[in-house]
């Protein structure tokens, strides 16, 4: 079992670039998660999708981000027209099941993307 | 409604105890603990739910006070493998989840 998987590991952008981040959840899981870490910082929700849904995007800035989760492929993580404080690692994480959370299983984080915008 | 963690930072020897808080000023569904080593993911650790029982994992164990929302985290015989940040990660009744602020916990030799 691969988990969750993510690319690329580290991206560089110039300011005004568009970036995209890709998170393939672990076999089985079908509900994916993305979170934004700001150096020495906590993990700040962004979004919550299932396949070809979102669920709960509250966490997502209004303007230049959006996300995805089509039928066939990895979950998409957009960034457009990226600033400089958009530097961060997300972190995608997938759980199995039904629901939100599942007991016993917690979320599975992906090695995350270090974006560095310049 | 970020859950508020204490202390922020610890700093141990080898085989030292700890205990770190989780406080929430939501009602609360369950409890999750997580460890990140620097520049890795958060590694889930355990989940505790409301009206379960105390929970363990090797010498890390947990327990869940619904009535304070509160959770707590006990590292015992600490190890240097156990150094990281530590966040915990709280349901609350509305099923909305969020993290924690995070403790650092530095293990020493």
């Known amino acids: 079992n691969a988990g969750v998987m993510q690319n690329p590991r580290h991206l560089v952008r110039r300011r005004g670039q568009e970036a995209r981040l890709r998170c393939s959840p672990m076999?089985?899981?079908?509900?994916v998660y993305w979170y934004r870490q700001l150096p020495e910082e906590g993990l700040k929700f962004m979004v919550y999708?299932?396949?070809?849904?979102?669920?709960?995007e509250s966490g997502m800035p209004k303007e230049r981000f959006s996300a995805e989760f089509p039928k066939e492929g990895p979950s998409i993580l957009r960034i457009q027209q990226v600033v400089r404080g958009d530097s961060a690692a997300y972190f995608c994480?997938?759980?199995?099941?039904?629901?939100?959370?599942?007991?016993?299983?917690?979320?599975?984080f992906g090695s995350g993307t270090r974006l560095t915008v310049v | 409604q970020q859950p508020v963690q204490s202390p922020q930072a610890v700093i141990l020897r080898e085989g030292e105890d700890a205990v770190i808080n989780c406080s929430s000023s939501?009602?609360?569904?369950?409890v999750h603990w997580y460890r990140q080593k620097h520049g890795e993911a958060p590694v889930f650790l355990m989940i505790?739910?409301?009206?379960?029982e105390q929970k363990g994992h090797e010498k890390i164990s947990a327990s869940f006070n619904e009535k304070k929302q509160q959770s707590s985290l006990y590292l015992t015989a600490s190890q240097l493998s156990y150094s990281g940040t530590y966040f915990c990660?709280?349901?609350?009744?509305?099923?909305?989840?969020?993290f924690g602020t995070g403790t650092s916990l530095t293990v020493i030799p």
């Open positions: 505790l739910l409301k009206g379960g």
């Open positions: 939501k009602a609360l569904y369950s």
């Open positions: 990660g709280t349901e609350n009744t509305g099923n909305q989840f969020y």
């Open positions: 076999k089985g899981h079908s509900h």
């Open positions: 999708l299932q396949k070809e849904n979102i669920i709960d």
């Open positions: 994480a997938s759980s199995p099941g039904q629901g939100r959370l599942l007991a016993n299983y917690g979320y599975t």
